[in-house]
């Protein structure tokens, strides 16, 4: 079933409003790809865009270009259009330091810093949205253009469970750990497996809530979504997709290939310093980009994953990683708000 988009206000457009959006409409339908709204503060532009959407029926990003203004524009959004997926994309970090190295000292800095849990799971949820939906606004800021891994494999990658489905118990946990689904027995948060004998207890890292499945044998006897913390049942359903738990994954069949490209350019790289008698940087990148590829070998990932983005989606030197943007359709709107600064 499609689902459209539908704007719940007790509004109607007046004043300019009309007739800009008669405007916006017209020149979409007309194949114009670029306009711009001008209108001052107060006049109602997102109330205009929204009725321009409603017009359009399409997927739409909304850029700002900071997480305050990103944040007003969901909630208003959010406020429009309550039976659409409304989705928030920033930046996830509260706190970073990017690794650096200083060769006069021999002194390398780590990477550190530390990511807000919840607006990690908001932008987990807002990819999920866009692949699963046709009715989605997803309002960003520039973090949208930044890597997060192929949508195709995120994509393939998943799994469908139906009530009545013919599949192994270890199956399904196999499955989710190579999502990135981390199995615990007690703490139960987002992007956590919990097995109790037949019973699955998966913790989407996009959701609130938490689906369970109930096995007999090798047979899915049913499909529950359930509260995560007191694991009351709130609806039995007939069948889920669970998608990763992280944008960054290493399918099976790709991860050999992407550890043997890896090693490659390492060697070239090492090579490169010794040549130039760089001795301590030649030792410090083997070092690390080893121990990075033992931990993908045996864990599936590694800290700082997404340096080797490149190998891992098989793309050539130079090219661009994939970013929100590939997630979405091909045919979208793209609103940039403050578009001088945006």
Not at 27 to 56: D, P
Not at 125 to 147: E, F, L, Q
Not at 195 to 204: A, E, K, N, T, Y
């Amino acid at each position: 079933m499609i689902s459209k988009f539908k704007i719940e206000s007790d509004f109607i457009p007046s004043g300019d409003q009309p007739k800009a959006i008669k405007s916006l409409v017209d020149n979409i339908k007309n194949g114009n790809s670029f306009q711009t709204l001008l209108g001052a503060t107060g006049t109602g532009k997102t109330f205009t865009i929204a009725n321009m959407i409603q017009e359009i029926q399409k997927p739409t990003l909304v850029m700002a270009p900071n997480k305050t203004l990103a944040a007003q524009l969901y909630n208003e959004l959010k406020e429009l259009f309550p039976e659409n997926a409304v989705h928030y994309f920033v930046s996830y970090y509260d706190y970073y330091q990017p690794e650096s190295y200083m060769p006069i000292t021999g002194l390398y800095i780590e990477k550190d810093f530390s990511v807000n849990e919840e607006i990690e799971r908001l932008r987990l949820a807002a990819t999920h949205a866009i692949r699963t939906r046709n009715d989605v606004i997803i309002v960003a800021t520039v973090s949208c253009i930044y890597g997060i891994g192929d949508p195709k494999i995120w994509t393939a990658i998943s799994l469908n469970l139906e009530v009545g489905q013919i599949i192994k118990r270890k199956e399904i946990i196999k499955r989710l750990i190579l999502m990135n689904y981390e199995r615990k027995e007690v703490e139960f948060n987002p992007g956590v497996v919990r097995v109790r004998g037949d019973i699955i207890d998966i913790f989407p890292a996009y959701l609130n809530t938490a689906i369970r499945i109930s096995l007999f044998g090798d047979v899915i006897e049913s499909i529950q979504e359930i509260h995560h913390i007191t694991n009351n049942i709130i609806k039995d359903i007939s069948n889920c997709r669970i998608f990763p738990a992280t944008h960054f994954i290493i399918p099976e069949e790709n991860k050999e290939k992407a550890l043997v490209s890896i090693e490659e350019e390492l060697e070239i790289q090492v090579a490169m310093f010794m040549k130039e008698k760089r001795y301590a940087e030649a030792q410090w990148i083997e070092k690390r980009t080893k121990f990075d590829l033992e931990m993908m070998r045996e864990m599936g990932w590694c800290k700082g994953v997404e340096n080797y983005s490149r190998h891992l989606d098989g793309r050539p030197p130079g090219s661009p990683p994939m970013c929100l943007i590939d997630y979405f359709p091909k045919d979208f709107l793209i609103v940039a708000d403050e578009s001088h600064i945006t």
